[in-house]
């Protein structure tokens, strides 16, 4: 047998955590803030199951001359969710006004050919809830269907979201989690199944004033839909508790501007960078990684400022126009055209197909970096030619890009400020929620544009080491005295606002 290392091995949580301690370090963080916030105060792992509706599998070419003479079936409308693979999934609604020829399973659709009728079976999801810290207020995060999660994962994903609330300026904590699935596998009906299982196994663990989730890739506010009602069935006064979670439809006490929150944060944090290098933000070219929410978001309104989107890449591909990409036009292509899929921007009609390398080295200013964690790797950050990386994904440049881009003189605006649009309205959702109001979008941009770029400033008075008081804000308490690098700066301001509790309030025993 072998007998395990004892070595502490470095894991993305500890990776991430670097700049934590630098922080520390820099400001001299009691130690004991500084053990209660290393780790997350709970780390909880579970596991919900579901039973799947049955899948329709192409029949392979070789076994078709069996099934010549099978006669074509009819299905109801709605009856068949295509999914990427090729697969369908049978819905059991489909059956009802079908006209149904089977043979040894084998079933031939109109216009489809062959496929093999695969039995639904019962599945097994592994299920997470992160609850980092909550000395400012409710746990607070959003909740991820991806296949590649872990709880690692959640833990860097929960302690951003402790830093991010302190940066922002709302009463809440940090917290996240989500499940590992990969929800393009699955139908609407199958997804709602298996979200009202995870919400019932979280229930005693989240609440309006204890945990709020939101959405994050791969949820939405449909997602937040079914949470809010498994959270709330049976209640007497479920209408007190819409602030279960945020990221709602506006119909049911969403805020107004909060899908678009986080792009909106992003696009007010890129006007104040090219304010201060008093430079037109109009005619700039921008690259963008994602086009889901966020990164589709914030492609719409810088590009509404003037900026031209050059190239963007997902999961799926990547396109480039130099003369710029028509998004609205990229949008309708990928979230509202249901024979997209992948719901990707390969194939959009009014760009040419560049391959991932190609992406990271197209000619530009800003790099929007708005899917997943790690992207900016210390090869990638020596490829860029920008001049500012705007961080809308959580953790999307490792410390080896990080040093990189350092080296070269690209600018860095972190994400615990840049995409911290979405949790401050989900804060403010919370508080229309509690108090039974709906405000306009109008006020809700305003409140955000006044909460980000002011916590912007302070941020880039840390980094500058420029102590001021204005109308607007007091970046006196936070400027510790010499220069520091803008991601270090950022933490520098979470870290003094947090401790201020423990310092001021003292421990619970
Ligand atoms: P989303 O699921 O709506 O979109 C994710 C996008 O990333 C998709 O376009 C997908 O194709 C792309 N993508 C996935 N894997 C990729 C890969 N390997 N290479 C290139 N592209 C890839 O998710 P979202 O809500 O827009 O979130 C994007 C990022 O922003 C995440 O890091 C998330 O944590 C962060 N974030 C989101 C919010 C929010 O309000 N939604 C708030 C703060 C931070």
Redesign the pocket.
């Given at each position: 047998m072998r007998v395990p290392s004892t070595e502490k091995r470095k894991t993305v949580f500890t990776e991430a955590m670097e700049v934590f301690h630098a922080a520390a370090d820099l400001i001299g963080l009691d130690p004991r803030v500084r053990l209660e916030l290393e780790e997350p105060d709970y780390e909880h792992i579970f596991y919900v199951t579901a039973s799947l509706n049955d899948r329709l599998a192409p029949l392979p070419a070789a076994e078709a001359s069996r099934y010549d003479r099978l006669i074509e079936s009819k299905l109801g409308p709605d009856g068949l969710v295509p999914l990427p693979d090729g697969k369908f999934i049978l819905r059991p609604d489909a059956l009802r006004s079908a006209d149904l020829h089977v043979e040894n399973g084998v079933i031939r659709l109109p216009g489809k050919g062959l496929y093999r009728i695969e039995e639904g079976q019962s599945k097994r999801f592994k299920a997470y809830r992160v609850q980092h810290n909550q000395a400012r207020g409710p746990y607070k995060g959003?909740t991820?269907y991806h296949k590649d999660v872990s709880l690692d994962l959640f833990k860097v994903?929960a302690a951003e979201m402790t830093w991010k609330t302190a940066i922002a300026n709302v009463p809440f904590g940090g917290g996240k989690g989500g499940i590992k699935i990969d929800p393009r596998e699955y139908s609407l009906d199958e997804l709602e199944a298996i979200t009202l299982r995870y919400t019932y196994k979280l229930k005693q663990l989240i609440g309006p004033d204890l945990d709020i989730p939101?959405?994050?890739?791969?949820t939405n506010g449909t997602v937040m839909a079914w949470m809010f009602r498994q959270y709330s069935d049976g209640e007497r006064e479920r209408h007190t508790m819409r602030g279960i979670v945020t990221?709602k439809d506006v119909r049911i006490g969403g805020s107004e501007g909060r899908v678009k929150?986080?792009g909106q944060g992003l696009a007010y944090c890129v006007e104040e960078w090219f304010k201060d290098k008093n430079l037109p933000i109009a005619g700039a070219r921008m690259i963008v990684?994602?086009?889901?929410?966020?990164?589709s978001a914030a492609a719409e309104i810088l590009a509404s400022m003037g900026a031209k989107i050059v190239a963007v890449?997902?999961?799926?591909g990547t396109i480039y126009n130099p003369d710029g990409i028509d998004i609205p036009a990229l949008i309708a292509y990928v979230h509202e055209n249901k024979d997209n899929l992948r719901?990707?921007v390969a194939g959009f009609p009014g760009a040419q197909a560049i391959s991932k390398n190609d992406f990271w080295e197209v000619d530009c200013e800003v790099v929007l970096p708005?899917?997943?964690?790690g992207?900016i790797t210390a090869e990638v950050a020596q490829k860029l030619k920008a001049k500012v990386v705007a961080e809308?994904?959580?953790g999307p440049t490792t410390p080896g890009g990080d040093e990189v881009l350092a080296a070269r003189g690209i600018e860095l605006i972190p994400d615990i400020i840049a995409?911290a649009g979405?949790?401050t309205v989900s804060y403010y959702e919370w508080i229309q929620n509690k108090r039974m109001e709906h405000w306009t979008e109008a006020e809700v941009n305003a409140r955000l544009e006044f909460a980000i770029k002011s916590n912007y400033r302070i941020i880039q008075d840390i980094a500058q080491n420029r102590p001021r008081r204005t109308p607007e804000f007091d970046s006196r308490p936070f400027v510790i005295g010499k220069p520091l690098p803008t991601r270090t700066a950022a933490m520098v301001l979470a870290l003094k606002r947090i401790e201020a509790h423990y310092l001021i309030e003292g421990f619970s025993q």
């Amino acid at each position: 047998m072998r007998v395990p290392s004892t070595e502490k091995r470095k894991t993305v949580f500890t990776e991430a955590m670097e700049v934590f301690h630098a922080a520390a370090d820099l400001i001299g963080l009691d130690p004991r803030v500084r053990l209660e916030l290393e780790e997350p105060d709970y780390e909880h792992i579970f596991y919900v199951t579901a039973s799947l509706n049955d899948r329709l599998a192409p029949l392979p070419a070789a076994e078709a001359s069996r099934y010549d003479r099978l006669i074509e079936s009819k299905l109801g409308p709605d009856g068949l969710v295509p999914l990427p693979d090729g697969k369908f999934i049978l819905r059991p609604d489909a059956l009802r006004s079908a006209d149904l020829h089977v043979e040894n399973g084998v079933i031939r659709l109109p216009g489809k050919g062959l496929y093999r009728i695969e039995e639904g079976q019962s599945k097994r999801f592994k299920a997470y809830r992160v609850q980092h810290n909550q000395a400012r207020g409710p746990y607070k995060g959003g909740t991820r269907y991806h296949k590649d999660v872990s709880l690692d994962l959640f833990k860097v994903l929960a302690a951003e979201m402790t830093w991010k609330t302190a940066i922002a300026n709302v009463p809440f904590g940090g917290g996240k989690g989500g499940i590992k699935i990969d929800p393009r596998e699955y139908s609407l009906d199958e997804l709602e199944a298996i979200t009202l299982r995870y919400t019932y196994k979280l229930k005693q663990l989240i609440g309006p004033d204890l945990d709020i989730p939101a959405p994050d890739v791969g949820t939405n506010g449909t997602v937040m839909a079914w949470m809010f009602r498994q959270y709330s069935d049976g209640e007497r006064e479920r209408h007190t508790m819409r602030g279960i979670v945020t990221g709602k439809d506006v119909r049911i006490g969403g805020s107004e501007g909060r899908v678009k929150a986080t792009g909106q944060g992003l696009a007010y944090c890129v006007e104040e960078w090219f304010k201060d290098k008093n430079l037109p933000i109009a005619g700039a070219r921008m690259i963008v990684q994602g086009f889901g929410n966020v990164g589709s978001a914030a492609a719409e309104i810088l590009a509404s400022m003037g900026a031209k989107i050059v190239a963007v890449n997902d999961a799926d591909g990547t396109i480039y126009n130099p003369d710029g990409i028509d998004i609205p036009a990229l949008i309708a292509y990928v979230h509202e055209n249901k024979d997209n899929l992948r719901r990707s921007v390969a194939g959009f009609p009014g760009a040419q197909a560049i391959s991932k390398n190609d992406f990271w080295e197209v000619d530009c200013e800003v790099v929007l970096p708005c899917a997943l964690g790690g992207e900016i790797t210390a090869e990638v950050a020596q490829k860029l030619k920008a001049k500012v990386v705007a961080e809308g994904a959580n953790g999307p440049t490792t410390p080896g890009g990080d040093e990189v881009l350092a080296a070269r003189g690209i600018e860095l605006i972190p994400d615990i400020i840049a995409n911290a649009g979405g949790v401050t309205v989900s804060y403010y959702e919370w508080i229309q929620n509690k108090r039974m109001e709906h405000w306009t979008e109008a006020e809700v941009n305003a409140r955000l544009e006044f909460a980000i770029k002011s916590n912007y400033r302070i941020i880039q008075d840390i980094a500058q080491n420029r102590p001021r008081r204005t109308p607007e804000f007091d970046s006196r308490p936070f400027v510790i005295g010499k220069p520091l690098p803008t991601r270090t700066a950022a933490m520098v301001l979470a870290l003094k606002r947090i401790e201020a509790h423990y310092l001021i309030e003292g421990f619970s025993q």
